[in-house]
Antibody, heavy 116, light 107 residues
Framework: QVQLQESGPGLVKPSQTLSLTCTVS??????????WNWIRQPAGKGLEWIGR???????NYNPSLESRVTVSVDTSKNQFFLRLSSVTAADTAVYYC????????WGQGTLVTVSS | DIQMTQSPSSLSAAVGDRVTITCQASQHISNYLNWFQHKPGTAPKLLIFDASSLEAGVPSRFSGSGYGTDFTFTISSLQPGDIATYFCQQYDNLPYTFGQGTQLEIK
């Protein structure tokens, strides 16, 4: 059973870079044929898919965020990462990592607040 | 982007009631649709994939149907533990997109 856990700073200053880690347990990133995704949900709003990465390193991003987003993977640590640059208050949200054939595995989410 | 229009945004029903939620896609997505249950502070839980396939371990009172642009999610007999937000997700095209969610309450 794959388990995911997000981690990272809960507070980021405007214009800085948000960096999150998703640690995978119960399975190896490199041995699963999954895409590894990041999703976010601002308070009171719907979910927004941010991007995904495959074990090979191939990544896809939401065009609405593509200029600011990087998703990467470290198979040796069984982790994948999100970097979102030039953040504003609009980037305040609960951030989730998720994977599976049908998004059946999710982390519990981590709240990131953008504020000075 | 494919827009997913989900309704209603909130719903109040009694224990034992039949509950129906709909999702309409802005373009044809075949059957590439998930339904999730989300309770505060927890990870979203996949209930239905491929529009109508029940995820392993999910009670049979949950079901889904539809193809193309119009989809329906049903709880045949509402239980107290079903109180949550439910949302749909299309995975036909990138970027993946989600419905706005339906907040389900017990009457």
């Amino acid at each position: 059973q794959v388990q995911l856990q997000e981690s990272g700073p809960g507070l980021v200053k405007p214009s800085q870079t948000l960096s999150l880690t998703c640690t995978v347990s119960g399975g190896s990133i490199s041995s699963n044929s999954f895409y590894w995704n990041w999703i976010r949900q601002p308070a009171g709003k719907g979910l927004e898919w941010i991007g995904r990465i495959y074990t090979s390193g191939t990544a896809n991003y939401n065009p609405s965020l593509e200029s600011r987003v990087t998703v990467s993977v470290d198979t040796s640590k069984n982790q994948f990462f999100l970097r979102l640059s030039s953040v504003t208050a609009a980037d305040t949200a609960v951030y989730y990592c998720a994977t599976g054939d049908y998004f059946e595995y999710w982390g519990q989410g981590t709240l990131v607040t953008v504020s000075s | 982007d494919i827009q997913m229009t989900q309704s209603p945004s909130s719903l109040s029903a009694a224990v034992g009631d039949r509950v129906t939620i709909t999702c309409q896609a802005s373009q044809h997505i075949s059957n590439y649709l998930n339904w999730f249950q989300h309770k505060p502070g927890t990870a979203p839980k996949l209930l239905i994939f491929d529009a109508s396939s029940l995820e392993a371990g999910v009670p049979s009172r949950f079901s889904g149907s539809g193809y193309g642009t119009d989809f329906t999610f049903t709880i045949s007999s509402l239980q107290p533990g079903d109180i949550a937000t439910y949302f749909c997700q299309q995975y036909d095209n990138l970027p993946y997109t989600f419905g706005q969610g339906t907040q389900l309450e017990i009457k």
